[in-house]
């Protein structure tokens, strides 16, 4: 494991051991893996009888309110000032399943500003910008959580027998690999999988919690949007799907329902590249799913600001919803080495 080698693991420990007072920060749109990963690392350092609070830019779907300590997350969007104040007074800030500061907005530059708390990095994305001064960081891990899982087994390895701290690992890997369908081939993962499994938690009451607990308006917008608004365009082995504000309100929209849309186009045999465009107030969220070895990191870098992996990533554009995906469409001749 170069990338916890045992001089890493000794600084870790070090600074674990001294902090009294530690934030867990993770990424804007916090999804399964960002608040998994961090409340299981919330739960391990609540154990070692830390003062640990984890703060996120913004509130994450409903789907994973339930993981244990989940109530205790604080959003920086709704209490800027609570946030702030921890941020000011901690010791030891973990940065959670992020590579770049700009990931977390406006709580980048707030963390930027406690000159005097150490910092650690844990996450499993390419690239990372270096702005910790511990980085525990690979590709070759399917999850944040998974990391996570490493750390906690070399720090304290009796700490794995608790159900809650199980659980909410759990929830990251698995939602991180949609469900052992990718970024899941390496057998470490099910040897931690395994470990995991042995606290005692229900993996099929919780894949039930996350995938079987929608609200009926969402599987007909699902339906909507296959029947209605999915584009194919056949000659790049592309799909996307378009959504405005004003079909989302009516379809009453609720954050997190178009969870796992991206994915659907990717399930037509020869789509090798699938964009779901989101509008929002000034700007459109836009996420890519790609097969193979197209790069969706690099395309969404270059052209919408954004990253991520080789074949899950995300970004923006400034411009409206039309415009995007006018502007997508018209790049995909340039990728054509790898579409066609
Ligand atoms: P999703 O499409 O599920 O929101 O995100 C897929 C992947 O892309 C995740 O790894 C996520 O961290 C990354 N990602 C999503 N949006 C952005 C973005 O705006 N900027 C960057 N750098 N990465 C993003
Ligand atoms: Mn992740």
């Known amino acids: 494991m170069e990338y916890l080698s045992v001089h890493k693991e000794e600084e870790l420990k070090s600074l674990v051991e ?4 530690i934030i867990i920060l993770s990424h804007k749109n916090p999804d399964g893996d960002a608040i998994g990963s961090s409340l299981g690392l919330y739960h391990f350092l609540e154990m070692k009888g830390k003062y640990v609070k984890i703060i996120v830019p913004n509130e994450y779907p409903e789907f994973l309110h339930w993981l244990p300590g989940s109530d205790f997350v604080i959003k920086y969007d709704k209490e800027p000032d609570v946030a702030r104040e921890h941020i000011e007074n901690a010791e030891l800030i973990f940065s959670l399943d992020f590579n770049d500061l700009k990931r977390l907005g406006k709580l980048g530059e707030i963390m930027e500003e406690n000159k005097t708390a150490s910092r650690i990095l844990i996450d499993h994305h390419p690239y990372p910008k270096h702005f910790c001064d511990v980085e525990i960081s690979t590709i070759h891990v ?15 390895g009796q700490a794995l027998n608790n159900k809650d701290l199980c659980e909410c690992l759990y929830v990251g890997i698995m939602t991180d690999t949609g469900c052992f369908s990718f970024n899941s081939s390496n057998p470490a993962t099910f040897r931690v999988v395994a470990h995991l499994l042995q606290s005692g938690i ?18 007909k917008f699902m339906g909507y949007c296959l029947n209605q608004k999915m584009v194919i365009v056949p000659e790049y082995h592309t799909a996307y799907i378009g959504l405005s504000q004003k079909e989302m309100k009516e ?11 991206v994915n659907l186009p990717l399930s037509i045999e020869g789509i090798r590249f699938s964009a779901l465009f989101i509008e929002k107030s000034g700007h459109t969220k836009i996420s890519f799913r790609s097969r193979g070895n197209f790069p969706a990191n690099e395309f969404s870098a270059r052209h919408f600001g954004g990253g991520g992996h080789l074949n899950a990533a995300g970004g923006e554009s400034l411009e409206s919803l039309e415009e995007s995906i006018k502007h997508f469409v018209s790049l995909l001749p340039d990728y054509s080495k790898w579409l066609i």
């Open 18 to 21: 001294k902090a009294e007072k």
């Open 142 to 156: 399917s999850s944040t959580a998974e990391l996570v899982y490493h750390l906690i087994q070399r720090l304290d």
């Open 202 to 219: 229900d993996k099929d009451h919780i894949y039930d919690r996350i995938y079987n607990n929608y609200s009926a308006g969402r599987m």
């Open 251 to 261: 379809y009453n929209f609720k954050m997190g329902d178009s969870e796992g849309f």
